[in-house]
């Protein structure tokens, strides 16, 4: 079966503090894909990053970066001196190839960055 | 990338009355959106997935009866909640696949509609 577990509930940081969002995924797929959406205030999930299973190269984009680990079906995601706009609940997910189109969601962390 | 425009963003209707929610895809054509569900603080869940021009496929333990799937056009899919009750109060939220179709391409979301029963 497959499962996304993210153990953070809700973090709480001062501005301009790193942090990072804990992701741990199960499945049986050898090929599968993993995302990361964010979910400010307004709803709405904004696309933050896909990696799929051969690619373990470690990404960086800007203040956001995400470290991918097979070996212990990790997937985190690192904001470098947040920012209050960084304020948001922030969901792991995973997609498989048996059902392509059927993410599984952990049940998300909510980061809240003090001024 | 995908535009999915959703609506109405917030209903408030009494029990027993149906609700109808549209999501529609801005920039290209979708054979295929899904509809998820979210409870408060809560993960989202995939109730089903429409497909332009056959019927809708409905996630284990979701009611296809009560929860109606129209996906009328390549741009638009509308979920109606029938006999709407209490417990049907959550956040509904529509996605489109990119380009269109049920890939492990990104998802883009609609901006959601909060349901609230009385």
């Known amino acids: 079966a497959q499962k996304v577990t993210q153990a953070q509930t809700e973090i709480s940081v001062v501005e301009k503090e790193d942090v990072t969002l804990d992701c741990v995924y199960e499945?049986?797929?050898?090929?599968?894909?993993l995302f990361w959406y964010k979910q400010p205030p307004s709803g709405e999930l904004v696309f933050l990053i896909r990696r799929n299973s051969f690619d373990e190269q470690n990404e960086i984009s800007g203040r956001y970066s995400w470290n991918f680990q097979k070996s212990t079906s990790s997937f985190n995601f690192t904001i470098t001196a947040s920012q209050v706009v960084d304020s948001a609940v922030y969901f792991c997910?995973?997609?498989?190839?048996?059902?392509?189109?059927?993410?599984?969601f952990g049940t998300g962390t909510r980061l809240k960055v003090l001024a | 990338g995908a535009v999915v425009s959703q609506h109405p963003s917030r209903v408030i209707c009494k029990s027993g009355t149906s609700v109808k929610i549209e999501c529609r895809s801005l920039d290209f054509q979708a054979t295929t959106m899904f509809w998820y569900r979210q409870f408060p603080k809560q993960s989202l869940m995939l109730m089903a997935t429409?497909?332009?021009?056959?019927?809708?496929?409905?996630e284990q333990g979701v009611e296809k009866d009560k929860f109606l799937i129209n996906h009328a056009s390549l741009t638009l899919s509308t979920l109606t909640v029938t006999s709407a009750h209490p417990e049907d109060s959550s956040f509904y939220i529509c996605?489109?696949?990119?380009?269109?179709?049920?890939?492990?391409?990104?998802?883009?979301f609609g901006s959601g509609t909060q349901l609230s029963v009385l």
């Open positions: 997910a995973l997609s498989g190839v048996s059902g392509t189109y059927k993410y599984i």
């Open positions: 429409s497909n332009e021009g056959s019927k809708a496929t409905y």
């Open positions: 996605s489109v696949g990119d380009r269109g179709y049920s890939t492990n391409e990104k998802l883009f």
């Open positions: 499945t049986r797929d050898t090929t599968y894909y």
